[in-house]
């Protein structure tokens, strides 16, 4: 019996969460149950920060400082540390991080960056001055 044909996402996550950890067990067969346990602990770390991120959406991304000064909600950096944290422990174990918003990112990136329908090389004729030639 192989770790992961046990391992089930935790009812207390996000659904992201969820998703990014059923990805990643589904696409490794072959984890061990160390590995399996890192990633349960990553996973909570990303599901903690969907957590704080719906928090941060119905509070707002400004909130009151001691002098009655707007400044950054405080959850915002405890988010950006736990999906960065979470992003760092998969990726230490080899792993590949699969969320909504990483899959996602990486369409558009490829969608970007992608050389497909675009011409490598130049369609004008390129400037004999630059060349060296006499004109």
Do not use: C
Request: net charge positive.
């Amino acid at each position: 019996m192989t770790a992961q044909t046990t391992a089930k996402p935790r009812s207390t996550w996000s659904a992201n969460a969820k998703h990014a950890f059923e990805s990643i067990v589904s696409e490794h067969a072959d984890l061990t149950a160390s590995a399996l346990s890192s990633i349960y602990t990553a996973t909570e770390l990303l599901s903690s920060a969907d957590k704080m991120q719906a928090r941060v959406l119905a509070d707002g991304y400004l909130s009151v400082g001691s002098q009655g000064q707007s400044v950054p909600h405080p959850l915002l950096s405890e988010i950006r540390l736990g999906r960065t944290q979470y992003l760092a422990a998969i990726r230490a174990l080899g792993l590949t991080p699969r969320t909504g918003a990483s899959m996602a990112g990486s369409v558009l990136a490829n969608k970007r960056w992608s050389p497909r329908g675009r011409s490598i090389t130049s369609t004008t004729a390129p400037d004999p001055r630059l060349s060296g030639a006499e004109v």
